[in-house]
């Protein structure tokens, strides 16, 4: 990774912790930032039901090639999950640290920046908002 390259991945990762003891908003930025840029990679759940009013995120997966990478809001907590995937087949799931997970997707999308102008404009719209 080239100096600017690492300046640019601990500034994301810097802004991603500062907004990380508000689980909602958190998820609702991942989720907004993560469909834009990759929209036909990125499944987000929100939470609904037929008299709620509360359509906040309720998972996020997110896949680069075969992992799949997995953040769940569960009882006011964060669960995070790195996935092996073949074929649409989960094979391994692992539980991971937020600090890991979000580090793990960030340095794939900067990898993925070099080649795809809607990521490269993602992480753009994550440094200046």
Do not use: C
């Amino acid at each position: 990774m080239a100096e600017n390259e690492g300046m640019s991945f601990e500034i994301l990762a810097a802004g991603i912790r500062d907004i990380r003891h508000d689980v909602p908003v958190l998820l609702s930025v991942l989720a907004e930032k993560l469909h834009s840029g990759l929209p036909d990679r990125v499944d987000v759940t929100r939470r609904s039901g037929l008299f709620s009013r509360d359509n906040s995120v309720k998972s996020i997966s997110i896949d680069f090639e075969n992992l799949r990478y997995v953040i769940n809001h569960k009882a006011g907590r964060l669960e995070t999950f790195r996935q092996k995937v073949v074929h649409d087949v989960v094979l391994k799931t692992e539980t991971i640290n937020f600090d890991e997970w979000m580090g793990e997707v960030l340095r794939h999308l900067m990898r993925e920046s070099d080649e795809n102008e809607n990521v490269r404009n993602m992480l753009d719209r994550f440094l200046t908002s």
